[in-house]
């Protein structure tokens, strides 16, 4: 089975200074990553995209992801913070098996951007 | 504007009563999705459908049912056999092969 971990409940930055946010994978064959934030009793907004090709992904509002496939992590990383980027945000691998193609998420990570 | 659309946006349910949540997409998009949201634990597949008239059980589907008798709608039934039906639903949508899923933004069901 396909699956994603986030080892970190909250992580918490102050404005101005780069942020991580943790993932890492574990999957037969090549994988899809994904990358979604979610505010408040919202869905989730699409942030970037893992499929193939450069391993630095660059996505929406500032952030990136590395795909490493040594580690097998997908961090997501922003240069610098704003208090606006406080959210939870989701890491997801492509399911490929015979249960088609969901989303396994991970259990999601809280991020808190302090003046 | 193309999108995915969950209704209502909050339910109450009584004990014992079965409820249906909405979920329509104007994507074309072939592959519909059903997520249950609880706090800390991610979410968790409930059904999904790679095609119209054609579904599967995900990791958590007892006490639930859908159907998908059009390509835009997959609607989800939390029956009174889901023994913990509040939490957070969300739906969503992808082409085939899972190159992209958009999500709605969410139906908050709770238990009264």
């Known amino acids: 089975a396909q699956s994603v971990a986030q080892p970190e409940d909250q992580v918490n930055v102050a404005e101005g200074n780069p942020l991580t946010v943790k993932c890492t994978y574990s999957?037969?064959?090549?994988?899809?990553l994904f990358w979604y934030v979610q505010y408040p009793n919202r869905g989730l907004q699409f942030l970037l995209k893992?499929?193939?090709?450069?391993?630095l992904v660059k996505g929406s509002y500032g952030f990136e992801a590395e795909f490493n496939k040594s580690q097998t992590s997908f961090h997501l990383k922003k240069p610098s913070a704003l208090v606006s980027d406080s959210a939870l945000y989701f890491c997801a691998v492509r399911e490929n098996s015979n249960s088609g193609y969901a989303l396994n998420f991970g259990k999601g990570t809280s991020l808190l951007v302090t003046p | 504007d193309g999108g995915i659309t969950q209704s209502p946006k909050y339910l109450f349910r009584k004990e014992g009563q079965n409820v249906t949540l909405s979920c329509e997409q104007n994507l074309n998009h072939d592959a519909m999705y059903w997520y249950r949201q609880d706090p800390g634990q991610g979410l968790r597949l409930i059904y999904y459908?790679?095609?119209?008239?054609?579904?599967q059980k995900g990791d958590i589907a007892e006490g639930y049912s859908v159907s998908r008798e059009k390509k835009e709608s997959f609607p989800l039934t939390v029956t009174s056999a889901q023994k913990n039906p509040t939490a957070f639903y969300l739906c969503?949508?992808?082409?085939?092969?899972?190159?992209?899923?958009?999500f709605g933004s969410g139906t908050r069901l709770t238990v009264v």
């Open positions: 969503a949508s992808s082409p085939r092969g899972g190159s992209g899923y958009t």
């Open positions: 999957v037969s064959g090549n994988p899809y």
């Open positions: 893992y499929i193939t090709g450069d391993n």
């Open positions: 459908s790679q095609i119209v008239n054609d579904f």
